[in-house]
């Protein structure tokens, strides 16, 4: 299992993430957070940059704030 710090930034133009440098993520995400739009929308974006399934991503705090911990669980294990 792997936690990794990400910092949301909605209302993008684009989806993407990309890394800050110092450990965390940066998400750029179209999504408004309303009804957990913006959280459905960084699970697949996060899903896909690791190569995972959306299964395996859960957020482990942060729900309903701008900067979040994801853990990121091993398929298969």
Known sequence: ???????????????AIEDAGDGTF?????ARPVE?????ELIALVARHFGCSKAAISIK??????TKLLK???EGA
């Open 26 to 30: 940066v998400a750029y995400l179209k």
């Open 1 to 15: 299992m792997t936690v990794i710090r990400v910092r949301v930034k909605p209302y993008a133009k684009a989806s």
């Open 72 to 74: 990121i669980a091993r």
């Open 61 to 66: 705090s942060g729900q309903s704030t701008r």
């Open 36 to 40: 957990g739009k913006a959280n459905d």
